[in-house]
């Protein structure tokens, strides 16, 4: 069964905009993952919080973790049409376990 | 880094057929796999966790008979998908968990690049 679900299922913006997807969860975890996927491809590995952290960044991304509401969100900032691809969280306990994904379109 | 690897990448076989997929780490030992399938347009679902020396624990509502797993070694875990029908058809991908250490990141779990099956 999947952890949680995420927001918005879809989302479209423009190139230099900033797109925010946000995630939610059931159990305690160990650390939650953000990754990317473009269609018909493998996972690529985005970012990982741990579970006593609340915000960590990495170049345009930025992830924040709150437990106590069981949320996380991921903020890519000045998106360029090649970040389109779909997003999803993953959190890791004894398993990791993912979100139902966000597709992020970026239009030139 | 840790690298999981996949063999085959993809593969198209016949109703009816066995195929066996691959999961390999490279560069560290791996005494916990885990398998997954991703339908199109969906997320990735857990389908059973792979302990080396012992029986695979399946995710409610997969059938262990029809998808084999054996871990034989600290670094290899395969998938044997039985009597393949079309609605099998999907993106198979592989974890590991580094729980020794030895790729430098502790108890991480690495990717796997996903194997596409189709049944015809």
Known sequence: SQQGEEDPQALSIQEGENATMNCSYKTSINNLQWYRQNSGRGLVHLILIRSNEREKHSGRLRVTLDTSKKSSSLLITASRAADTASYFCATDRDDMRFGAGTRLTVKP | ?120
């Open chain 2, 1 to 120: 880094g840790a690298v999981v690897s996949q063999h085959p990448s993809w593969v198209i076989c016949k109703s009816g057929t066995s195929v066996k997929i691959e999961c390999r780490s490279l560069d560290f030992q791996a005494t916990t796999m885990f398998w997954y399938r991703q339908f199109p347009k969906q997320s990735l679902m857990l389908m059973a966790t792979s302990n080396e020396g012992s029986k695979a624990t399946y995710e409610q509502g997969v059938e262990k008979d029809k998808f084999l797993i054996n871990h034989a070694s600290l670094t290899l875990s395969t998938l044997t998908v039985t009597s393949a029908h079309p609605e099998d058809s999907s993106f198979y991908i592989c974890s590991a968990r580094d729980q020794m250490g030895t790729s430098g990141s502790y108890n991480e779990q690495f990717f796997g690049p996903g194997t596409r099956l189709t049944v015809l």
